[in-house]
């Protein structure tokens, strides 16, 4: 069916001719001017006009960008992005490419504690074994306390590795 370029066409014909919903139409239609109006009264769209505003996404940012905000899309459009993104970090974490806050708590909590009681044990091994003097062993105690409280501070503030001054 062929329209000529001079005849309008109305928002259920474009609704039918592009398999949407009306109302898809007329939201996508908002700012596009009518060159008419139909015996009934309906407006009327020059084809030219309508069909880039049909086809155009209601998105102006992509996935990718920076800017991205996904509670600005539609509503299907939000739903079908947060449904993929909980899919993806369901895959994500079988594939243990992701793991839950909680487990990654857990487990740096376990290393830290396998660090400092080593850490403990470092100036009692060194003075037995390597034979240092006490004074020695009372700077390295220093030393050892210095950088478990500094841990300690990164944990507890939130600073990062690059903030903290070297020991």
């Not at 509503?75 to 806050?101: C, I, T, V």
């Not at 100036?123 to 004074?135: C, H, Q």
Request: charged fraction near 35%; proline fraction near 4%.
């Amino acid at each position: 069916m062929q329209k000529s370029n001079n005849e309008g066409w109305s928002i259920s014909r474009l609704a039918r001719e592009f398999g949407l919903d009306r109302a898809t139409v007329r939201k996508r239609l908002e700012g596009i001017a009518a060159i008419g109006e139909s015996a009934h009264g309906h407006k009327l769209y020059a084809l030219r006009d309508a069909a880039p505003a049909i086809y155009r996404q209601p998105s102006t940012v992509s996935a990718e960008s920076a800017d991205f905000d996904p509670d600005l899309l539609p509503p299907s459009d939000r739903k079908a992005w947060y449904e993929a993104e909980f899919k993806k970090r369901q895959l994500q974490e079988l594939d243990g490419e992701l793991m839950r806050g909680e487990v990654h708590e857990r487990e740096m909590a376990e290393v830290i504690k396998i660090v400092v009681a080593g850490l403990e044990r470092l100036p009692d091994l060194l003075e037995r074994d390597a034979g240092i003097s006490g004074k020695a062993v009372i700077k390295c105690r220093d030393i050892i306390d210095d950088l478990r409280n500094a841990v300690y501070q990164e944990l507890v503030s939130g600073t990062h590795e690059d903030d903290m001054e070297p020991i």
